[in-house]
Each structure stands twice: as structure tokens, then as C-alpha cells.
């Protein structure tokens, strides 16, 4: 890591990212930080225009400082969407110095943005870790685990619904066929007090002996036993009876 002569207002420290620069001391608004330096490129030599690193700061579009050189602290400077800097360019001068664009606070993590053609070349693929963006997300997240978690439980008061309806049905279903059972019930012993009410005779008639009773069951209709001529066997069995 750089050495940093202790009357600057900044270390380089680890970041959400990796490395960052932070500062020590309060950093007024508005008051120069650091100068972001390098070689120049001249975009008309084609060697020069052949090299491609991370930290290539565009003054105009012939001019490019180079900054990817180990002395350059100020490469260490992370992005941000709602920064505490900013990049005060001048292309006359070839010269860039970050400033303060707010207070800045022993320990905050200095920021500038690096505009809109680094965001879209290497920040929005990979998805900006800044605190405003990380503060986005993590709203997002929130805001879909909360969804989540009433769809989950109109789900459940659903089921519930469903359940108690099942029970119900089932219960009246129940009670129907308790009833219908009840209703046959009732009828039988209907049937059977109906079939025993001529029972005075009838009774007696059951109480005959078995075989008598045998007979009867098997015997033709009365009709056919009364005429005293039929030749049926019932007339004879009723002649051996008598
Ligand atoms: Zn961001």
C-alpha cells in the first residue's frame, strides 16, 4: 500500500469493494482533496490510443490521463451515485483535482461519481455496490420479503377457509345421514307396528306349532281353501288337520 504523508486528510482502507480511500481528518465542502494524476495520452498517437486500463480519466477527446500509475492515491477512489466529491476537470490546464462537495466526516469513505460511460462500461454489469445503490437494494429485498410474506399468509388464511368449509360440509353430510338413518328407522318400526296391528290374530297365527306354520307359509291363497270341493292337497291337509 502507498505511503501517505500523515498531513493529508486520507488513508487508503478497506471497502465494500475492496480497497477505498477514507478520510482522517474533516474535509470542508468544497476544499481539494486530491489531484488525480498520470501520464496524458494523446488519442492521435496510436500508441497511446492502444492502451485500455480501469482508471483512464478522460479530460477531452484528444486528452486521457493515465492513472493507473502505483503513485496515483487517488485511483483508489471508489464510485459512487450519491457521492461526497466530485472530479473538477480542467482540460485547459490538463489537470484534475477531487474536491469536497459536501462536509466530509473522519472515517467516511470518499466518493466521486465516475459518470455515466464508466457505469454503463463497468459498474451497471456487475451491478453498482454504493452505499445509495446497496441502500436501494436492500429496500427492494425488503419490500419482496414483505410480498412474500403476505401472499404466504392470504395462502394460509385461504386454507383455513378451505378447511373450516370441508369441515362444515362434512359435518352437515354427517348429519344427513344420521338423519336418513333416523328416518329409516323410524319407518321400519312404523312398518313393523303396521304389520303386527291385524297381530291379534296374526300372533296368534305365528304362534301356531312350527309345522303348522310351515303349512300355512306354504299354502295356496285363503280363497283357494275355501271351496270345500277343491281337491288341493291344502283342503286335504285342512281335512287331516280337523
Ligand atoms: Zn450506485
Request: glycine share 6%.
Given at each position: 500500500?502507498?505511503?501517505?504523508?500523515?498531513?493529508?486528510?486520507?488513508?487508503?482502507?478497506?471497502?465494500?469493494?475492496?480497497?477505498?480511500?477514507?478520510?482522517?481528518?474533516?474535509?470542508?465542502?468544497?476544499?481539494?482533496?486530491?489531484?488525480?494524476?498520470?501520464?496524458?495520452?494523446?488519442?492521435?498517437?496510436?500508441?497511446?490510443?492502444?492502451?485500455?486500463?480501469?482508471?483512464?480519466?478522460?479530460?477531452?477527446?484528444?486528452?486521457?490521463?493515465?492513472?493507473?500509475?502505483?503513485?496515483?492515491?487517488?485511483?483508489?477512489?471508489?464510485?459512487?451515485?450519491?457521492?461526497?466529491?466530485?472530479?473538477?476537470?480542467?482540460?485547459?490546464?490538463?489537470?484534475?483535482?477531487?474536491?469536497?462537495?459536501?462536509?466530509?466526516?473522519?472515517?467516511?469513505?470518499?466518493?466521486?461519481?465516475?459518470?455515466?460511460?464508466?457505469?454503463?462500461?463497468?459498474?451497471?454489469?456487475?451491478?453498482?455496490?454504493?452505499?445509495?445503490?446497496?441502500?436501494?437494494?436492500?429496500?427492494?429485498?425488503?419490500?419482496?420479503?414483505?410480498?412474500?410474506?403476505?401472499?404466504?399468509?392470504?395462502?394460509?388464511?385461504?386454507?383455513?377457509?378451505?378447511?373450516?368449509?370441508?369441515?362444515?360440509?362434512?359435518?352437515?353430510?354427517?348429519?344427513?345421514?344420521?338423519?336418513?338413518?333416523?328416518?329409516v328407522h323410524a319407518k321400519g318400526q312404523l312398518k313393523a307396528q303396521k304389520s303386527q296391528l291385524p297381530n291379534g290374530k296374526l300372533l296368534n297365527g305365528h304362534s301356531?306349532?312350527?309345522?303348522?306354520r310351515?303349512?300355512?307359509a306354504?299354502?295356496?291363497?285363503?280363497?283357494?281353501?275355501?271351496?270345500?270341493?277343491?281337491?288341493?292337497?291344502?283342503?286335504?291337509?285342512?281335512?287331516?288337520?280337523?
Open positions: 500500500m502507498p505511503a501517505i504523508p500523515s498531513n493529508k486528510p486520507y488513508r487508503v482502507g478497506r471497502s465494500r469493494t475492496g480497497l477505498g480511500l477514507f478520510a482522517t481528518k474533516p474535509i470542508k465542502k468544497g476544499a481539494k482533496i486530491i489531484r488525480y494524476f498520470g501520464p496524458l495520452l494523446d488519442s492521435r498517437k496510436k500508441k497511446d490510443d492502444a492502451i485500455e486500463n480501469k482508471y483512464l480519466f478522460e479530460l477531452n477527446g484528444r486528452w486521457t490521463i493515465d492513472g493507473s500509475v502505483r503513485k496515483n492515491i487517488a485511483r483508489y477512489i471508489n464510485h459512487a451515485c450519491k457521492p461526497n466529491a466530485e472530479s473538477d476537470v480542467s482540460a485547459r490546464k490538463r489537470k484534475v483535482v477531487i474536491r469536497a462537495i459536501k462536509k466530509i466526516e473522519p472515517g467516511e469513505e470518499i466518493n466521486y461519481d465516475y459518470g455515466t460511460d464508466y457505469f454503463k462500461a463497468y459498474l451497471k454489469p456487475i451491478g453498482c455496490k454504493c452505499d445509495a445503490c446497496e441502500k436501494k437494494r436492500k429496500k427492494k429485498r425488503a419490500e419482496a420479503r414483505a410480498e412474500r410474506l403476505r401472499l404466504k399468509a392470504k395462502e394460509e388464511k385461504k386454507a383455513q377457509k378451505k378447511a373450516l368449509k370441508e369441515a362444515e360440509k362434512k359435518a352437515a353430510k354427517a348429519r344427513r345421514k344420521k338423519a336418513a338413518k333416523a328416518k301356531q306349532p312350527k309345522a303348522a310351515k303349512k300355512s306354504a299354502a295356496k291363497p285363503k280363497a283357494s281353501m275355501r271351496p270345500e270341493t277343491s281337491a288341493t292337497p291344502v283342503g286335504v291337509e285342512m281335512q287331516a288337520a280337523a
